[in-house]
């Protein structure tokens, strides 16, 4: 199907983006970089209408401006505060997406459900611990993003423990790539440098993208 020509170009687009890194091809890689999340925003956009379309639309919309925005980080601090903007606005749309798709079974009874938002608050502190003295002017928009991907993360286990479909794995597992990515990122700019950084916040990150999208498709198919 036309929309699957999409899907698949950001595999394409994604595995080359990863290859040029790995080479140091930093350059090719930026160049590659402003047209991952067009492709999936097309494949999204193709799909069959569905409740929560637009908020997913959306959310690519303002993942796409933090790619662009922090191709010119280096530049100056400026691209990097508004990129961390655009994708802080990306993760409360993907907040109320997660809400949105509803409750499908009980889960406040469930101890797996607190035992997964104690790990959250914990990765919350201990994230916040090992940044903050180095983060100076940048520490309440740096803690107010932890905060936000952190209840990203906890909508997200909640729709794990939830929901009944197959579309929860892929959800969850987009959610916990994400922070894994943006956690990556903050170290590596803000605590020390970590080897191969780069590829690690790339692949994780990619990997979040398609996880969330691919598994929100999923979960209206199966509806």
């Known amino acids: 199907m036309k929309k699957e020509i999409f899907l698949k170009g950001f595999l394409i687009i994604s595995a080359i ?5 790995s080479m140091s091809y930093d350059t090719l890689s930026l160049c590659l ?3 991952l999340m067009p492709s999936l925003f097309l494949y999204v956009y193709l799909n069959d209408s569905f409740p929560t379309k637009k908020i997913l639309l959306l959310a690519l919309t303002f993942s796409w401006i933090g790619d ?11 691209f990097f505060i508004t990129g961390l903007l655009a994708f802080l606005t990306a993760h409360i749309f993907y907040i109320v997406l997660f809400s949105k798709l509803g409750i499908l079974k009980p889960y406040k009874n469930n101890p797996f459900f607190w ?3 104690f790990l959250t608050v914990f990765y919350l502190k201990s994230i916040l611990e090992m940044l903050l003295p180095s983060l100076g002017p940048l520490k309440i928009p740096v803690s ?3 905060l936000t991907i952190s209840v990203m993360l906890g909508f997200a286990w909640r729709g794990f423990i939830s929901w009944n479909n197959n579309a929860r794995f892929y959800i969850l597992f987009g959610a916990i790539a994400f922070i894994a990515s943006d956690s990556f990122l ?3 700019k803000f605590q020390a ?7 690690l916040i790339m692949s994780t990150y990619l990997a ?3 996880g969330i999208v691919y598994g929100v498709i999923k979960f209206n198919s199966q509806k």
């Open 144 to 146: 107010f993003y932890a």
């Open 208 to 210: 979040a993208q398609f």
């Open 33 to 35: 970089k402003p047209f």
């Open 68 to 78: 662009v925005l922090l191709i010119f980080t280096n530049n100056n601090q400026w």
């Open 193 to 199: 440098p970590i080897n191969n950084a780069t590829i």
């Open 17 to 21: 983006n990863l290859f040029l890194i």
């Open 115 to 117: 035992i997964g938002i």
């Open 186 to 188: 903050a170290i590596n």
